[in-house]
C-alpha cells in the first residue's frame, strides 16, 4: 500500500509555469505506475498525463501534450507534473494515483491509491 501528498500548487498567472509534485511512502514506489488527473470547475475528472512503473513510459492527454510534462524520481519516491504555457481554464485541483504493476490508464477508476489533491489556479 502507498500513501500519496501531493504538493506545490498555487497561484499563477496565465501564461505562467509551475511544477507540482506528489511524494509517496514506501519502499515499494517503483512499482506504480503514477498518474496526473485534474478536476476543473464544473466538469468530470480527466486524466492529464501517466508513467509506468517499468520503463518510465510517459503519455500525455492531448490537450497538454507539448506543455506538460511528467517524470518520476524514484530515488525520491516523487512523481512531478511539470506545467507551462497554463492557462485560465485549467485551473483545477490536480490529484495524483497510483495502480500497482499496472500500465497507464486514462480512466480514474484503475488506479487504486489517491493523494488529496493540490489546488492550482491560473489568474487571467
Known amino acids: 500500500q502507498v500513501q500519496l501528498v501531493e504538493s506545490g500548487g498555487g497561484l499563477v498567472q496565465a501564461g505562467g509555469s509551475l511544477r507540482v509534485s506528489c511524494a509517496a511512502s514506501?519502499?515499494?514506489?517503483?512499482?506504480?505506475?503514477m498518474g496526473w488527473f485534474r478536476q476543473i470547475p464544473g466538469k468530470d475528472r480527466e486524466f492529464v498525463a501517466g508513467i509506468s512503473w517499468i520503463g518510465g513510459i510517459t503519455y500525455h492527454a492531448d490537450s497538454v501534450k507539448c506543455r506538460f510534462t511528467i517524470s518520476r524520481d524514484n530515488a525520491k519516491n516523487t512523481v512531478y507534473l511539470q506545467m507551462n504555457s497554463l492557462n485560465p481554464g485549467e485551473t483545477a485541483v490536480y490529484y495524483c494515483?497510483?495502480?500497482?504493476?499496472?500500465?497507464?490508464?486514462?480512466?480514474?477508476?484503475?488506479?487504486?491509491?489517491w493523494g488529496q489533491g493540490t489546488q492550482v489556479t491560473v489568474s487571467s
Open positions: 494515483a497510483g495502480r500497482y504493476l499496472g500500465n497507464v490508464a486514462s480512466q480514474g477508476h484503475e488506479y487504486a491509491y
Open positions: 514506501g519502499r515499494t514506489f517503483s512499482s506504480y505506475t
